[in-house]
């Protein structure tokens, strides 16, 4: 099962960033988890210091923006 960690403090983007990583992961059929991450400590220890960002299994895939379905899909589909 693949982890995804939406981090942010809970303003719209991230809100936002969250919504679409969840209907990408409802879409594709992956078995997925879509996890927020809220806590600057544990959002800093992933060296991003620009919200909303997106980690897939422990790699940062974007940060400060939020991705669109097709990026999130994309990454769902890598081994």
């Known amino acids: 099962m693949k982890l995804i960690q939406v ?3 809970g303003c719209a983007k991230c809100t936002e960033a969250a919504r679409i990583a969840a209907e990408a992961v409802a879409e594709s ?7 927020k991450v809220e806590d600057i400590q544990k959002i800093m220890e992933f060296g991003v210091f620009s919200t909303p960002a997106v980690v897939v299994d422990g790699k940062v895939k974007v940060v400060g923006r939020v991705p669109s379905k097709k990026d999130v899909a994309a990454w769902l589909a890598e081994a």
Not at 29 to 35: D, F, H, I
């Open 7 to 9: 981090l942010g403090p």
């Open 29 to 35: 059929g992956v078995e997925a988890k879509v996890e």
